[in-house]
C-alpha cells in the first residue's frame, strides 16, 4: 500500500475502540464521510481542509499504522440540525438524521463541557471521500 502525505488518524487513547470501527466502515464502504463542527477549526485548518479535494489521504489508526487510502472528494458546510444527506449516508446512518444526530452527539459529549455546543444551528464542515485501491 502507497502511504500519503496527507493523512487522516482516526482513534486515540482509551477511545473504547471507536477509530478502528471508523477505519473498518472505511475499508467496508460503508463510511465514506467525516465531519467537525466549523468551530473547532483554525483559519489554516480550514483552508487546508478544502484544499484537499482532489487529493489521496492515508488512513491511519490511533498508533500511525496505515490502515487504507481514501481520495477526497468534496468538502462542504451544514448544520447539524438539519444535515446534508450526502453527509448523513455517508456516516453510515442511510436517510436517518435521527440517528446520524445522536451518535455525533454521543461521539462529542465532551465538546460542549470545552466549550463548543452542539446545537440545532452548529455548522458543520463535511467531509466526502472514497475508498481506493493501490
Not at 473498518?24 to 484544499?51: F, H, M, N, R, V
Not at 456516516?91 to 444526530?101: N, R, S
Request: aromatic share 8%; glycine share 10%; with cysteine.
Amino acid at each position: 500500500m502507497k502511504i500519503y502525505e496527507n493523512q487522516y488518524h482516526y482513534g486515540w487513547e482509551g477511545d473504547n475502540g471507536i477509530g478502528e470501527r471508523l477505519i473498518q466502515q472505511i475499508i467496508d464502504g460503508t463510511k465514506t464521510a467525516t465531519c467537525a463542527p466549523k468551530i473547532s477549526y483554525t483559519a489554516e485548518e480550514l483552508e487546508k481542509t478544502y484544499a484537499l479535494v482532489g487529493t489521496v489521504c492515508t488512513v491511519t489508526d490511533k498508533f500511525g499504522t496505515p490502515r487504507c487510502n481514501v481520495r477526497h472528494v468534496e468538502v462542504f458546510e451544514t448544520t447539524f440540525g438539519n444535515p446534508d444527506p450526502r453527509l448523513v449516508h455517508g456516516e453510515g446512518a442511510g436517510e436517518d438524521v435521527k440517528k446520524f444526530q445522536r451518535d455525533h452527539m454521543n461521539a462529542w459529549n465532551g465538546m460542549a463541557a470545552e466549550g463548543v455546543p452542539l446545537t440545532h444551528d452548529t455548522v458543520l464542515i463535511a467531509e466526502l471521500f472514497e475508498l481506493i485501491k493501490d
